[in-house]
T-cell receptor
């Protein structure tokens, strides 16, 4: 079946602009995650969704970052007033639950964000 | 913050040789996963090993887990040029039930034809 998809694949924006990044998880996966990969920080967890709720937002770096998920499916990560340090690859992953726990996470191809 | 430490940071070998990468972590885990990344984009899942398992195989991949030493290793046998990529270990810590992953810094593997 189809894997996790993300759009856009690349986004170049000017400092101060808002951006929206989209993630379509694997159909039927109730768990959805956002991670960020940057040169200085490696791969970092941002936020976790179970269904439409986000029990863990602890990785969001500032209040300029927000995310939502609708219909237990598509998720959007929004960055307001972008800064140059927001430049990174933003990765989305989804997972099913097995025995009350989540299992293998399947990642999308990522969105490369460049803030000029 | 990064939980995992991987070594080596970079590994260069010839086609046909075996490649071994190591990962150490700090907290108790539910499972440990290995991923491959080509050209800095999406992560491809390779193998998951649970905390009660000691060894798993998948094709040319062999993963071991030693929870007493908080370490894991990934062995790729008979490497191919197509195995050239970055390899990451990621841990699902015991403190949560929802699979938040903490990644190591990764090992860059180069396989020369």
């Amino acid at each position: 079946g189809a894997g996790v998809s993300q759009s856009p694949s690349n986004k170049v924006t000017e400092k101060g602009k808002d951006v929206e990044l989209r993630c379509d998880p694997i159909s039927g996966h109730t768990a959805l995650y956002w991670y960020r990969q940057s040169l200085g920080q490696g791969l970092e967890f941002l936020i976790y969704f179970q269904g439409n709720s986000a029990p863990d937002k602890s990785g969001l770096p500032s209040d300029r970052f927000s995310a939502e998920r609708t219909g237990g499916s598509v998720s959007t990560l929004t960055i307001q007033r972008t800064q140059q340090e927001d430049s990174a690859v933003y990765l989305c992953a989804s997972s099913s639950r097995w025995g009350g726990r989540t299992d293998t996470q399947y990642f999308g191809p990522g969105t490369r964000l460049t803030v000029l | 913050s990064q939980q995992g430490e991987e070594d080596p940071q970079a590994l260069s070998i010839q086609e046909g040789e075996n490649a071994t990468m190591n990962c150490s972590y700090k907290t108790s885990i539910n499972n440990l996963q290995w991923y491959r990344q080509n050209s800095g984009r999406g992560l491809v899942h390779l193998i998951l090993i649970r905390s009660n398992e000691r060894e798993k195989h998948s094709g040319r991949l062999r993963v071991t887990l030693d929870t007493s030493k908080k370490s894991s290793s990934l062995l790729i046998t008979a490497s191919r040029a197509a195995d050239t990529a970055s390899y990451f270990c990621a841990t699902d810590s015991s403190g949560t039930s929802y699979g938040k992953l903490t990644f190591g810094q990764g090992t860059i593997l180069t396989v020369h034809p």
